[in-house]
């Protein structure tokens, strides 16, 4: 990375020209639209849909130690019991007393209301996963919580997928599915939204052996922007001092991008130890266990997570392939270089129109007329 680097674009200009070219929607418009919820339109829809099949063909389709799965949204509430998230998947939550709007307290640089300058409350812990009720009836006993994440899916059925595929360790589990966060404070675009699609991997190895997987899963994942056309000095690795680790991690490495509003996280590679497995056989008083046949023991495998927003790589590939240049009149006009493989459209066909002079030979030269290209981007 270079010390030089800058954002390819603001915010704002992107944000205008994904509407006007079919990329983004405010969702609802005709409505006055919703908070932080944005629509994907034709062009958008398509580039999304090839960010996902690049990422999966390549952790999955282009790997003999990757599986996928596709697990349920709305699974038992003791899931999220077990794996924590009931109890402590907060923020801490101040309110203004004069306009009422709420903000995440850390992100409060002074003690008063960022939007009309009043008295905050006291913080006060917010639990971010969305809940919901099962069946007709609205009580304890029917509710269930939408997912906040994706690893969850992916521990609960590690039993299923070793004994059906009988892998060996190391593998790993991926999974492309909806996140729901309650965030207090999202913004920046699609940067941070409440309904977002995560891509993650789960990859279970033998314990003593995380610490290698971890730096091979962190220069891999880099290396899958870069393939695909990420400028190396917009991307940096950011490796977390232990005091701000999470209980359950060894070791926490982000990868992020230089945004318009600065360097943040576009993906996040964690050493999540054996935690998530020991934890759901407490909880649920089942095996999690590998049986190692060179030493004759059930262990419990350690796990490297790879977690990347999948509408966040879509947000990073238009900005990174946002270039304006100069037509042949020298106007100024806006191409997104974005690579072949997550172009929405590979080839066109448009009618073109031409003043043509001596027009003639039956339809060998017309004026209106149909052009097939295609556009062949190399190194």
């Not at 590979?346 to 339809?363: C, D, H, M, Q, Y």
Request: aromatic share 12%.
């Amino acid at each position: 990375m270079t010390q030089d680097a800058t954002p390819p674009v603001d915010m704002e200009t992107l944000v205008s020209l994904c509407k006007r070219r079919g990329f983004i929607f405010p969702s609802a418009e005709i409505y006055g639209g919703f908070a932080n919820a944005w629509d994907y339109g034709p062009l958008g829809a398509e580039l999304k849909r090839n960010v996902r099949n690049a990422w999966w063909k390549a952790v999955v389709q282009e790997r003999e130690d990757v599986v996928g799965i596709e697990a349920a949204l709305i699974t038992n509430p003791q899931v999220w019991v077990a794996s924590g998230h009931v109890g402590h998947f907060t923020d801490p939550l101040v309110e203004c007393k004069q306009c009422n709007q709420r903000f995440r307290a850390d992100l409060v640089e002074v003690p008063i209301c960022p939007e009309c300058g009043g008295e905050l409350s006291e913080p006060r812990m917010f639990n971010l996963m969305f809940k919901t009720f099962v069946g007709p009836v609205e009580d304890e006993a029917s509710v269930a919580y939408l997912p906040p994440e994706t690893a969850q899916g992916m521990f609960v059925n590690f039993d299923n997928v070793l004994t059906t595929t009988r892998r060996k360790l190391p593998f790993g589990m991926a999974q492309i599915r909806k996140s729901f966060r309650n965030e207090i404070t999202p913004g920046n675009f699609i940067f941070r939204t409440r309904e977002f699609e995560q891509m993650e991997i789960e990859f279970f190895v033998k314990p003593g052996e995380d610490l290698k997987w971890y730096d091979y899963w962190r220069n891999e994942r880099l290396r899958w922007y870069t393939d695909l056309g990420v400028s190396r000095e917009r991307l940096r690795l950011y490796e977390y001092p232990k005091e701000e680790l999470a209980h359950y991690s060894a070791g926490t490495t982000d990868i992020q991008y230089l945004f318009p509003m600065g360097w943040s996280e576009l993906e996040g590679v964690a050493d999540r130890t054996d935690y998530d497995l020991k934890r759901h056989m407490e909880h649920s008083g089942k095996s999690l266990t590998y049986f190692d046949e060179e030493s004759s023991e059930h262990v419990v495998p350690f796990v490297v997570e790879p977690a990347a927003g999948l509408d966040r790589c879509a947000l990073v590939f238009l900005l990174d392939a946002y270039h304006e240049e100069k037509d042949d009149k020298g106007e100024t006009r806006v191409v997104l270089r974005l690579h072949p493989r997550l172009a929405p459209v590979k080839v066109a066909v448009l009618p073109l129109s031409r003043n043509e002079i001596t027009p003639g030979n039956f339809i060998f030269r017309t004026r209106e007329f149909e052009q097939m290209e295609i556009e062949f981007f190399v190194k």
